[in-house]
Structure formats: C-alpha cells, structure tokens
C-alpha cells in the first residue's frame, strides 16, 4: 500500500486530476462533473472556533426560552422545543417525536460538541483520542442536522396561527435566527479538511 | 480563475473528453480523508485514517433500490393520511398534507402556500423521480446526460433535507396548541409516514454512488502507460482553480 500524494480522485466521478497547490480560499472543482475536489480551509478555520463556542451559547439559550407564545381569547401558551418534543411523545407519535428531538437538538449539538473538541489546540495533536472516529461521526451526521429547516417551520407554523390567536415572538425565536446564521458556516465545512488542517500542524 | 486541463486519452474535443479514473489506474481513494492509494485492496484500511477503502460505495444499487421502494410504499399513506388533527369547542378537523397546502392558497397567504407545496409536495416528488432515473440509467451503464444527471444528485442532496418542513410544523403546533377542551391540535398518523418518506428518501440518496454515472467508458490504462504516469505525470488532467 502507497500513497499516491501527488494526485487527487473525484469523490462523485472518479476521475483522477494532478494535486494543484491552492491559495487561501481557493477551491478545486472536477473538470468532468463540476464536484469541489479540495479547498485551502486554512482561512476559514481562524474563525471556525469562536463561531462554535458562540453557536453553543447560542444553542442553550435556543432550547432554555420559549420559542413564542399565544394568546387566545384570554388564555396563553407557550411552548420549548423540547416541550413540543415531549407533547409530540406524550401523544403516541414517539418516532416523529425522536426524528424532531434528533434533527433539531440531538444532532446538531453533537457537531457542535464534537467540532469544538477537534478544534480546540493541544499539545499533542497526535494522541488526540477518538480523533478518526469522531470525523467519521461529523460526516455522517452532517446531513441529519436540520436548525435552518426547522425555523422556516416555526415561521410557517407562527404564520398559520396568526390568523386565530395573538402571537409574541419568544426570545429563543430570534436564537434560532442568529444559531441558523451561524450554523451555514459552521456546519458547512466540510469534516475531510480537518485532516488537512491536522497534517498541516493546527 | 485557472482552467488549464490535458488528459491521458486524447479527447475528441474540449467538451467530450475521456477521464482517466481511479478505477482504471488501480488506486483507490479514502471516502474519508481523501488520499489515494495505489497496491491497495477492497475493504483494507486506509493508513492515513483508518476508514475502510471502496472503489465504489458497497451494494450502491440494491440498497438505493430497497430504501427507494420503502419511500414509495411511505408515499401513500403520508398523502392520504390526515397529518394533523384540530379540535375546538365546536368542532374536530382534519389536516391532510395538500389540505394544509389549500388552506394557506385560500385564505390568501400565496406565498406561504408556494413555500409549503414546493419543500413537501414538489421536493419529495422530484427527490423520488430523480432516484429512479439515477438508478435506472446507472444500472443500464447509460451515457445518457451524464453531467446533467450529476447536477440532479447534487441538487437532490441539497434540497432533500427541506420537505421535513411540514414535520416540524406539525410538531410546533402540536406543542403551542393545547388548550384543552377549547383549541387542541394532535398529530395524525399521516406524519410518522411523511417523516418516514424524508428519512427514507434521504438514506437512498447517502447510499447512492455517483461514481456510478460515469462507469461505462471501459478506459483501461496499459503498464506502459502507467509507467510513464509513474514518472511524470504526464497526461493527468489539472482541475479547475477558483474561489467559488
Ligand atoms: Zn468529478
Ligand atoms: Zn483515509
């Protein structure tokens, strides 16, 4: 077994290209069916850190503060996230009650978790333990987080309730708005370049 | 924006050139970290990462087709189904996906209404359509559209994600609305198969290997060739530089 440094294979068409030295920012496309082959991520990874520790925070404060609140005919109501998972259990429909509690909370707090702990400098990036493993779990969870998804669902929701009941916008909606922002970032890189950075001496 | 390319075979013309593959060249390529490997076997490891090393994602076809099929049998009941069930005082009402679609169209919200019909009327539709394409021409070696047909599995891997829309509002509204006895609104059963519908649809899609588009062209590389490559490098194709 050798490695074959000098080259680089398409991920989505297997193709073979010749490695290009790429500047910061800079990114590789196949010249057969147009998929990113590599990218500098250097840049990006500056600001990689704090951008998780603060969508951490943010995360808290997303699930910790009703998301709005309604008002009927003299009755109110509020809900969590989590509460709405709970209802969704209580009610029999567990499995939709998981896939909501695994999409919205479970998954991406876990890339959150798993990102800061990969990135945070140590002194011995080699004995780093788990580091293979928890790529590995970064990639396969990548598609499953759904934050953006699920707040176009709560402005939809708020939009069809509006026409029946008062409706306040609760702190944890505007966490939600500024976690998605942050999260297009975060979550977007792609895990592989870890190893890239790692090799590189982060 | 560099754009300089040669490639091994020669090319009939810029657009319609041969690719040398991975495959053809003997090496295999880490899904994982990205290094390539030359002397390496099926299911070895990867020395760099540890991941194990395919030339194609395992049993790509039969598992795409059994978690498609699973989506389609989903199909039904998600769409006939009532997903969503409203209780008043008065009255008890049932929501069905394109119901729900409906009332937005007609009590004027039209663009809330085109938001909801494309993420979970149009977006699982297409995802579904597009999986059979994919798998029907994959299975057949087609040469038919290859680059459009890798533009659909990337479009389809994006997009898929956003018809668990209805899902979460579903759930929203179930946690807000619990008034009991006044307003109450339960989850129908037609949700847990909508959300099965957007599991399924999206496991297809993560065990389908695009690679297999573009496996038809039997390009082989001779030892002589190889050889040269070896010393070289001639004739490798450069990629595409740009910052976007
Ligand atoms: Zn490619
Ligand atoms: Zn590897």
Redesign the interface.
């Known amino acids: 077994m050798r490695e074959i440094s000098q080259l680089i294979a398409c991920e989505h068409c297997d193709a073979v290209f010749k490695k290009l030295t790429l500047a910061n920012g800079e990114i590789a496309r196949c010249l057969r069916c147009g998929n990113e082959l590599d990218r500098n991520a250097q840049e990006r990874h500056r600001h990689l850190l704090p951008l998780t520790i603060a969508s951490l925070i943010i995360f808290v404060i997303a699930n910790s503060f009703p998301i709005v609140e309604m008002e009927l005919q003299g009755l109110h109501s509020q809900t969590t996230l989590i509460g709405a998972v709970v209802s969704l259990a209580t009610e029999g429909i567990s499995m939709v009650a998981l896939l909501v509690m695994a999409t919205t909370i479970l998954f991406p707090f876990m890339q959150m978790l798993i990102l800061f702990y990969l990135l945070v400098p140590s002194k011995n990036p080699d004995e780093r333990p788990g580091f293979s493993l928890l790529i590995r779990m970064m990639q396969t969870l990548r598609p499953w987080g759904m934050i953006e998804v699920f707040l176009l669902g709560v402005l939809v929701a708020l939009i069809k309730l509006s026409n029946m009941a008062t409706i306040i916008p609760g702190i944890a909606l505007w966490a939600f708005c500024m976690l998605t922002i942050m999260l297009t970032v975060v979550v977007s890189f792609n895990p592989r370049y870890l190893w890239q950075l790692e090799e590189s001496g982060q | 924006m560099a754009k300089t ?1 040669t490639s091994m075979a020669t090319p009939d013309d810029a657009q319609n ?1 041969r ?5 053809a ?1 003997g ?1 295999l ?1 880490c ?10 076997a099926q299911g ?1 490891r990867c ?5 194990t090393l395919h ?1 194609r994602k395992p049993d790509s076809i039969n598992r795409t087709w059994a978690l498609l099929i699973t989506a389609c049998i989903m199909y039904i009941p998600a769409n006939m189904l009532p997903v969503m069930v409203t209780s008043t005082f008065f009255e008890s009402h049932q929501d069905t996906i394109m119901s729900g679609i409906i009332f ?1 169209w007609v ?1 004027g ?1 039209w663009g ?1 209404a085109a ?2 019909f494309i ?1 979970s009327f149009l977006v699982p539709l297409l995802k579904l359509s597009s999986l059979f394409i994919l798998l029907i021409s994959a299975q057949q070696k087609s040469t038919w559209r ?2 459009e047909r ?2 659909l ?2 479009m389809i ?1 994006l997009i ?3 018809s ?16 009991q006895g ?2 109450q609104i ?2 129908g ?1 037609g ?2 198969a909508f ?2 519908v957007v ?1 399924f649809t ?1 496991l297809a899609s ?1 065990s389908f290997d ?2 297999l ?3 038809n062209e039997q390009v082989t590389v001779d030892a002589e060739r190889l050889a040269v490559f070896d010393n070289t ?1 001639d004739g ?9």
């Open positions: 390319y050139m690719f040398i593959t991975a495959t060249m090496l390529s899904h994982q970290c990205g290094k390539l490997w030359q002397d390496a070895q020395a760099h990462c540890n991941a030339s937005f009590s919200e809330l938001v909801v993420a290859q680059l890798a533009k599995y990337r891997e898929g994600r956003w668990m829309l209805d899902v979460f509002v579903v759930s929203l509204l179930v946690g807000l609305v619990q008034m006044f307003a339960t989850a059963i949700i847990v959300g099965a599991v999206m993560i695009p690679r588009i573009w496996d490098m490798i194709a450069e990629s595409q530089k740009g910052t976007q």
